[in-house]
């Protein structure tokens, strides 16, 4: 787990620390047949490093049914931070659409899921399934809270560093623009700066993409 953890934080992408994540999921826990994190935008559910299709379709299943654990743990609506279904077939009355569909159809047997979150936000819910009911275990439990805080911190920190390094190159693809403006027409990095702040309000366009307009052809239109 200790070597998971440094492995995480020296990915190279969000994706790559996504993929991680899910793979050290099925080798770390006991049980742990399949493996994806669920990301909520309002009702649209995002399936993130599935390492199987059972996940990527319980994922779409239950954003069509609007119900189901792995939904509802990413949206916070259950009240907690992990949850346990020892058996799919028991669970019937609290999804009674999602349950019978997931068991019958994708074979699920049992599941767990840990919300990925840090102290200013939460991310979204690593999921894990197992094909056998009863798979997972209180150790089972305790590896996936384990993997699942590593996670989150990791997740954090590669989205930060992603989000540093597009920062970055947008500013240089601006001050390009700006120099290719001041340029052409002898104007000042004000003026230049202006004619881009304008040019994307006007047209509702990025301020980057005009930038890079501006470096390809010269002119942002």
């Known amino acids: 787990m200790a070597s998971m953890a440094r492995d995480l934080l020296a990915q190279e992408s969000v994706n790559a620390t996504l993929e991680r994540i899910t793979s050290s999921a099925t080798e770390l826990v006991h049980g742990c047949d ?8 309002g009702k649209q559910v995002h399936s993130l490093a599935p390492t199987s299709e059972m996940v990527t379709y319980s994922d779409r299943l239950q954003e069509r049914l609007g119900e189901g654990p792995c939904f509802e743990a990413a949206r916070g609506s259950l009240g907690e ?70 996670a989150a911190v990791a997740f954090s920190s590669a989205r930060t560093h992603a989000q540093m390094a597009q920062a970055l190159a947008t500013r240089h693809t601006i001050g390009e623009a ?38 390809e052809h010269g002119d942002p239109s």
């Not at 027409?185 to 990025?206: C, G, M, V, Y």
Request: charged letters at 20%; one cysteine or more.
């Open 34 to 41: 399949a493996a994806g994190i669920l990301v909520l935008d």
């Open 81 to 150: 931070r992990v949850f346990r279904i020892a058996d799919l077939t028991s669970e019937v009355q609290r999804w009674p659409a999602f349950a019978p569909q997931a068991h019958e159809a994708l074979g699920v047997g049992s599941m767990m899921g840990f919300l990925l979150f840090t102290t200013d936000e939460d991310f979204g819910a690593l999921n894990l399934y197992s094909r056998k009911p009863g798979a997972f275990t209180d150790a089972s439990e305790l590896a996936g809270w384990l993997l699942a805080s590593h």
């Open 178 to 215: 700006m120099g290719i403006l001041m340029g052409r027409h002898h104007i000042t990095e004000e003026q230049a700066f202006d004619i881009l702040r304008r040019f994307s309000q006007e047209n509702n366009i990025k301020l980057r993409e005009v930038a890079s307009r501006v470096c």
